[in-house]
Every structure is written in structure tokens, then in C-alpha cells.
């Protein structure tokens, strides 16, 4: 009986044995697995066509109404909107747009808010929005759309779109003129990008904001009225009536983005009245291309991941989705002119002006939110695309190595101490005789707190007050701080040395907070989550803090390491667009350049943090910044025990 209950003949323990012999293997199998998982993803077996789930949407009900008539008004629209633009080089025209907008009887209201720049010493910047709503003649102002257009000033560096405005009005004035809409339409005009369209938000949901939402730096103002609860939305980017094609932005702030519905809402209608769109549309001369059907997938998922792995969103329909609505942008591109190509402005604009009446109208059939389709997938093509339940298996498997490996780690540590503990005076493999190890609970806890108050002093001293006040401009003072607090970290594990056994517990440790924090990244952000996986698991696994580790391996964990700190990342990814955008630099330019690019980069990812709500800083601070120095620990592996077997040779 005495055998059958020895806990040394379990076939558990053994086969956990077993498999902590081959941990690395078997982490870097789960590793391959995520990987070939996530590359077969654009084969057509593993995604799926796009259809709509709601009947309410479908575009056969549609039937435009828009005809010749509402061209020639917005042709007339754009030839006025340009003789104001030349007396409005830095301004919007806001007194042309309020006239025309109760010229076309809707409701007219103008919205102003201020902006206290954080690095600014007191400096405030002034904005107007300029609004119209359409209430809806058969129902109480209960549920609503927005139309929305941004005005950039001929002295801004983005692409004119000043075809967007006289877009809107043309379709304004022909909303106006039916009687069907069951929902109030708002016309949105907004002046200085997203921060107009930030604040105009704000100000529509100050009833009910979200606390965290609020900060000190963006006055949004109030509005001098409301329209009913906000369904969905629109925004319009054309550079010309006469348009090659249109591209479909669906990223949202934080890599939100709105139901698969309405995306292929939009596609459909487009593809009924001729007109060529698509996620990350190309021009017509770009559209043929010598790589496979598989290739071409495969980078346009890979597109989708890095543009919505940023958080920054790629149009004002990205502000939406931080309130629940569902909203993306049409960006129409101009057509380049071909002198066997003749153009037709008699009816340049009439495809659009139907597509836009079309998915309003559709829109105005909604009896509720969309709900039906997924709000998570990635678009594989137009008319394909991959659901959360499929992708995310590729970032599970990535997580699994880091879990496996400290589960194998703690069994292997827990059955040492059990072995140590039954026979106190077995020699080790070493010849030195083996002590029984007590794990510093409290050492450990000390440690991982430093690394989250270095990461936490990031989020807390660019803003503080007095380091505002300093006389230096706001990239080199968030850069310098940043620097700083890495040198902190880099040095942490020279100056604190962990006692015996501490090595050990914070190794898994680390394996556990970064396995939760790659799925709790990955669920509110995939991309960010699975780029961050790919790039450092490799490393956690290889890290080993035996002191009888293979001294190259060891060697070639710390350069990984190091490469992988936060700031270097950033240095890298800012240097490789650098290198494709300016081929013309030399060497000693391309890396001046890319430091003062990421200099702005993170001063600009800290500001977009304060004023929007993107949490890409926060993460790198919070989570990646304090992962960083624990791995950098783990990979110096310094211990204090070294010192207690020389004392035991003396003795012995």
C-alpha cells in the first residue's frame, strides 16, 4: 500500500516531468501552431463570405430619387465654397455654411469649443463646428443619423477635400424635400479634424459621459440642441466629383470598429450604382498585381492589423465608436485626368449622391441598433472576411506558451522543494549539498511593484505640473523623461540584487502577467495584441534563469531583450518608414530624422491619450514598460545565492 500512495510514482508527475524536460519544445511548438494558424487564415477555407444579417438593410428596398438636378446644385455649391475659400486661407467659411444650411430649411446651429494645449504654457485654441439637423416628420426626435464632412483650410497639409461640404449640402437639401424619415438627420460640418468632431461628441453626450472620459484639456461646450439617440453615422471625404474610386475606413479609436453590417451595406450599395470601393481600395493603375490570391490576402490582412494596431482611428468616424455608434468613412479619390477619358461634370456627382441617399435610406429602416453581425473581424477581401472566432485561436496559442511554461516551471520548483524537504543532506548534481529554499513571497512583490511605479511615473510626470513649467518644447521633454525612467529600469537589476530563490518566483511571475495581458490586450485590441505576442514570446520562452544555462543562449536572450525595450521598438518602426518615405536621405539624415520622428510620436501618442482616450500610451507605460524590466531582470539573471556555495566548500 505503501507504493501504490507514493506521490514519486504518479503517472501525473511523471508526465509533468516529462514535459518540463522538453518545456522549450513543446512552448515553441504552441508558439508555430499560432502562427501557421493565423498565416492560414487567408486561405478561403478558413474565412468567410460577407452577407447581411439585418433584412432591414438591404438595398433592394432602395430605390434613389436623386436626380440631375441635385448635381448641378452641389456643382454650384463647390464653384461658391471656392471664391470664399480665397478669403478663408486659415478659416473655415463658417457664415457660407450657416447661410446655405437655412437657406435648405433645417434647424442651424453653430458649436464652439476650446482646447488647452497640455504642453502649451496656457495656450488655448478655438473651434467651431457648424450643424443642421432634418428633424423627422413621422416620428418624435427619438433616434438619429449624423452626416458628417470635415473643412480643411487651404493652408492645411491634409488633402483637400473641399468637394466633401458642397457633397453635404446637395444631399441636405435633398433630404429636405421628402417626408419619409423616421429618424432625424444631422449635418455635421467639422473644423479642425478630429478634435472638432471629438468635441462636438462630448458636448452631444454630456448628459450621460463617461466619467473617465472627461479631462481638463478639451472644453467641449455645450450645443443649443440635440437630435434623438444617435444610431449611426457617416462621414464624407471627397477630393472631386469626378472620382476614381472610394476607400472605406472602418478603423476606430483604440482598433474599435463598427458591425460588419454596415460595411457591407456600403459595399453593396456602391457596387449597385457603379461605383469601385473597398477596405484599403487602390488606384485603378495598382489594382493588377503579379501576387497569388493567397499573397494578396495575407497583406491585406496584415494591412488592417498594423493600421488598427495603433489605436489612432484613420477618420472622424473613429470618435463614434466610443459611444456605441456604428460609423466609417468614404474616401472618395479623385480621378486622374486622361486625355482619353472625357469627363462628364453634367453628372459627375450623381453616383455618389445616389450611393449616400441610398445607405441613408437604409439606415432610416433600422428598427434597432446593429446588433446581429460581428463587431469583432478582420476583412480578408471586400466580400471576405474572418470572425473573432476564428483569429483569435492564433492569439490563445501564443498566450498558452507563456502559461504552459510557468505551470512546468512551478511544478518543477514545487517538486525541489518537496525533494529537499524529504531529504535535507542529498548532494545535487553539483556536488554541493542542497538547502532547503524558502521563496520570498515579499521580496518578489517589492520588485514587480518598483517595475509598475517606473511604468506608472510615465503616465504621471509629462503632465505634472512642474515639469510643464520647465522652458523646453514638448517632444524632447516627454523623450527625455522616457529615456530616463528606461535608463531607471535598465539599471534596477544592477542596484537591487533578489535573494535566493526570488529569480525563480519572479520568472513565473512575469509568465503569467504577460500570458493575462496578452489576452486582455488581444480581446480590447487583437492587432496590438497579436504583434506584441509574435515579437516577444520567442523571448520569454528562451528566458532561463539557471545558473547552468548555455552561456550563448543566455548572451543572445539579452541582445533580444534589449531590442525588444519599448523605446527601441518605436525607434525601429519610425526608421523603416522613414527608410521607405525618404530613400533619398543618407545614412546619418534617415536616423537624425527617425529620432526626432519618434520623439513626436510619443509626445503625439500622449496627447492623443489626454484628449481622445487612446490607451496605446497607457499600455506601453503600464503593462509593456514594467514586462521590459522584469524580462531585462530575468535575462541578467543575478542572484545573490552565488556566495553560498563557496562558504559551504570552506566549511566542508
Not at 123 to 138: C, D, M, Q, S, T
Not at 162 to 178: C, G, H, I, N, Q
Not at 320 to 335: P, V
Amino acid at each position: 500500500m505503501g507504493l501504490l500512495s507514493d506521490p514519486s510514482l504518479s503517472t501525473h508527475n511523471k508526465l509533468v516531468d516529462n514535459l518540463a524536460k522538453h518545456m522549450r519544445k513543446v512552448c515553441y511548438a504552441f508558439y508555430t501552431a499560432g502562427v501557421i494558424w493565423f498565416m492560414c487564415l487567408a486561405l478561403p477555407e478558413f474565412n468567410h463570405g460577407t452577407y447581411l444579417s439585418e433584412n432591414a438593410l438591404s438595398p433592394g428596398l432602395v430605390y434613389p430619387e436623386i436626380r440631375i438636378d441635385a448635381n448641378r446644385l452641389a456643382v454650384q455649391l463647390l464653384e461658391e465654397l471656392q471664391r470664399e475659400r480665397k478669403d478663408h486661407q486659415s478659416t473655415t467659411p463658417h457664415a457660407w455654411i450657416l447661410a446655405k444650411f437655412k437657406e435648405f430649411g433645417l434647424e442651424t446651429h453653430t458649436h464652439n469649443y476650446t482646447l488647452r494645449y497640455p504642453f502649451g504654457g496656457g495656450k488655448e485654441f478655438h473651434g467651431k463646428n457648424v450643424y443642421g439637423i432634418l428633424r423627422a416628420p413621422r416620428i418624435g426626435s427619438t433616434e438619429g443619423i449624423v452626416f458628417s464632412a470635415p473643412y480643411r483650410a487651404p493652408s492645411s497639409v491634409h488633402v483637400d477635400i473641399t468637394s466633401s461640404v458642397p457633397l453635404l449640402l446637395a444631399f441636405a437639401d435633398f433630404a429636405r424635400r421628402k417626408n419619409y424619415w423616421a429618424k432625424d438627420l444631422i449635418f455635421l460640418v467639422t473644423e479642425q479634424e478630429q478634435l472638432g468632431m471629438q468635441a462636438w461628441l462630448e458636448a452631444y453626450h454630456e448628459g450621460d459621459r463617461d466619467p473617465d472620459s472627461t479631462n481638463s484639456y478639451l472644453l467641449a461646450g455645450n450645443l443649443p440642441a440635440r437630435a434623438g439617440s444617435l444610431q449611426a453615422a457617416l462621414n464624407i471625404e471627397v477630393q472631386d466629383f469626378e472620382i476614381d474610386y472610394i476607400d472605406v475606413k472602418i478603423e476606430g479609436l483604440n482598433g474599435k470598429l463598427p458591425n460588419l453590417d454596415m460595411f457591407n451595406l456600403v459595399q453593396r450599395i456602391m457596387a449597385r450604382e457603379g461605383v469601385t470601393s473597398g477596405y484599403k481600395q487602390t488606384p485603378r493603375k495598382k489594382r493588377r498585381s503579379s501576387l497569388s490570391n493567397y499573397e494578396q490576402n495575407l497583406r491585406q490582412i496584415l494591412a488592417m492589423l498594423s493600421t488598427q494596431s495603433s489605436g489612432v482611428p484613420n477618420g472622424n468616424h473613429g470618435l463614434f465608436h466610443r459611444y456605441r455608434i456604428d460609423a466609417l468613412t468614404i474616401s472618395a479619390a479623385k480621378r486622374v485626368t486622361n486625355s482619353n477619358v472625357k469627363a462628364n461634370p453634367s453628372s459627375a456627382a450623381v453616383p455618389l449622391l445616389k450611393a449616400i441617399e441610398g445607405i441613408a435610406r437604409s439606415l432610416n429602416n433600422l428598427l434597432e441598433r446593429f446588433h446581429q453581425s460581428f463587431f469583432f473581424y478582420v476583412i480578408v477581401h471586400n466580400d471576405r472576411y474572418i470572425s473573432i472566432g476564428d483569429y483569435m485561436p492564433a492569439l490563445v496559442a501564443l498566450a498558452a506558451c507563456s502559461v504552459i511554461k510557468a505551470y512546468l516551471t512551478w511544478s518543477t520548483l514545487e517538486a525541489t522543494q518537496k525533494s529537499d524537504d524529504a531529504n535535507p543532506k542529498t548532494e545535487t548534481a553539483s556536488g554541493l549539498e542542497s538547502i532547503k529554499l524558502s521563496l520570498p513571497y515579499g521580496s518578489v512583490l517589492i520588485y514587480l511593484a518598483a517595475a509598475l511605479f517606473i511604468g506608472y511615473m510615465g503616465n504621471v510626470l509629462p503632465l505634472h505640473q512642474y515639469i510643464l513649467e520647465l522652458p523646453v518644447s514638448a517632444a524632447p521633454l516627454t523623450a527625455s523623461i522616457l529615456i530616463a525612467l528606461n535608463v531607471l529600469g535598465f539599471g534596477l537589476p544592477f542596484v537591487v540584487v533578489l535573494p535566493p530563490g526570488a529569480l525563480e518566483l519572479l520568472h513565473i511571475s512575469l509568465l503569467l502577467i504577460y500570458g493575462c495581458a496578452l489576452i486582455v490586450i488581444g480581446l480590447l485590441n487583437f492587432s496590438l495584441g497579436f504583434f506584441v505576442a509574435v515579437l516577444t514570446t520567442p523571448m520569454v520562452i528562451a528566458l532561463n534563469t539557471k545558473s547552468s544555462a548555455n552561456s550563448t543562449l543566455r548572451s543572445l536572450t539579452r541582445v533580444w531583450t534589449l531590442l525588444l525595450n519599448p523605446l527601441v521598438v518605436i525607434y525601429i518602426i519610425v526608421l523603416i518608414m522613414s527608410f521607405y518615405q525618404f530613400p533619398e536621405l543618407t545614412l546619418q539624415q534617415l536616423l537624425l530624422r527617425a529620432a526626432t520622428a519618434a520623439m513626436d510620436a510619443s509626445t503625439f501618442a500622449l496627447i492623443d491619450s489626454v484628449i481622445y482616450g487612446n490607451w496605446l500610451y497607457f499600455a506601453i507605460c503600464t503593462v509593456f514598460l514594467p514586462l521590459w524590466i522584469i524580462c531585462w531582470t530575468l535575462a541578467l539573471a543575478k542572484r545573490r545565492d552565488s556566495a553560498i556555495p563557496q562558504a559551504k566548500l570552506k566549511i566542508n
